[in-house]
Nanobody, 124 residues
């Protein structure tokens, strides 16, 4: 069982930056591929970014490519999402997820564990 706890959400103005963190406990963090997803009110949970176990391979949704950066520190059991040039349409609850063998890292069903979510609100 892996417990994931997100932090770093809050209110930010359009054009600003925010860094989300996701701290894992209860499992071998370095063995899991990690992902960030987000869910806006009334919408489905969508893929944002993912990173493989060693951090060498990263994947991004087109909507955030060039603005968001996913990274991980396996020594600290922590996943990060650096969000720059934020837009009002980035407003959502952001979830981190862990998958032991997620062949398709952009697929929501590929992940085994989820955090409770962190609200990010971008004001215009």
């Amino acid at each position: 069982q892996v417990l994931l706890v997100e932090s770093g959400g809050g209110l930010v103005q359009a054009g600003g930056s925010r860094r989300l963190s996701c701290t894992a406990s209860g499992g071998a963090f370095s063995r899991y591929a990690m992902g960030w997803f987000r869910q806006a009110p009334g919408k489905e949970r969508d893929f944002v970014a993912a990173i493989r176990t060693n951090g060498w391979y990263t994947y991004y949704a087109n909507s955030v490519k060039g603005r968001f950066t996913i990274s991980r520190d396996n020594t600290k059991n922590t996943l990060y999402l650096q969000m720059n040039s934020l837009k009002p349409e980035d407003t959502a609850v952001y979830y981190c997820a862990a998958g032991l063998n997620p062949g398709d890292v952009i697929n929501i069903v590929a992940y085994d564990y989820w955090g409770q979510g962190s609200q990010v609100t971008v004001s215009s």
